[in-house]
T-cell receptor
């Protein structure tokens, strides 16, 4: 079963606008990762946030993590037509030893983002 | 291009036939993962290797599925007696050994399987 649930399932915006996608999960995690997938292609890793982090930035991406609410959000600022893709959150469970993870990612169903030029 | 390659990229087969997919991970990565993705869904974990050892298999991986990673380099995923329900994208990913700063998985382009 899918641990992560993304919201919304689809998002349509104009170029230059910001896009926010949310992810909720059910169990304790070691880290949460966001991936992008262009139609029919493989996944591209965007950003990883660890369970002891609250916010992380990478270029136009901002990810937040609230472990008390078991939720994360991905913000893409100043969107471009090239950002059109499906975005997935994936959770990585804690491993047996401190600070490690199993590496077995559990993905949500994804948010389909369409950015109109 | 992430450095992970998969072959073939597309495969059409008839129900009941066997198929084999190959994944070549990034050379220094000792962890290799297989996922399956059906239309409109996120990827689902199938199995993973650390070096040549297969450490975990999902319940999704029925007896018709087998995966190997001889010598801890490339990996193969074989599906015997394919069924129409096996139609999906099969994704391979690799990473360094687990641990802080090594969790990022790099995905290949996938093999899209269609069973007629």
């Amino acid at each position: 079963s899918q641990q992560g649930e993304e919201d919304p399932q689809a998002l349509s915006i104009q170029e230059g606008e910001n896009a926010t996608m949310n992810c909720s999960y059910k169990t304790s995690i070691n880290n949460l990762q966001w991936y992008r997938q262009n139609s029919g292609r493989g996944l591209v890793h965007l950003i990883l946030i660890r369970s002891n982090e609250r916010e992380k930035h990478s270029g136009r991406l901002r990810v937040t993590l609230d472990t008390s609410k078991k939720s994360s959000s991905l913000l893409i600022t100043a969107s471009r037509a090239a950002d059109t893709a499906s975005y997935f959150c994936a959770t990585d469970l804690p491993g047996d030893a401190g600070g490690t993870s199993y590496g077995k990612l559990t993905f949500g169903q994804g948010t389909i983002l369409t950015v109109h030029p | 291009d992430t450095g992970v390659s998969q072959d073939p990229r597309h495969k059409i087969t008839k129900r009941g036939q066997n198929v084999t997919f190959r994944c070549d991970p990034i050379s220094e990565h000792n962890r290799l993962y297989w996922y399956r993705q059906t239309l409109g869904q996120g990827p689902e974990f199938l199995t993973y290797f650390q070096n040549e050892a297969q450490l975990e298999k999902s319940r999704l991986l029925s007896d018709r599925f087998s995966a190997e990673r001889p010598k801890g380099s490339f990996s193969t995923l074989e599906i015997q007696r394919t069924e129409q329900g096996d139609s999906a994208m099969y994704l391979c990913a690799s990473s360094l050994a687990y641990g802080l700063g090594r969790e990022t998985q790099y995905f290949g382009p996938g093999t899209r399987l269609l069973v007629l």
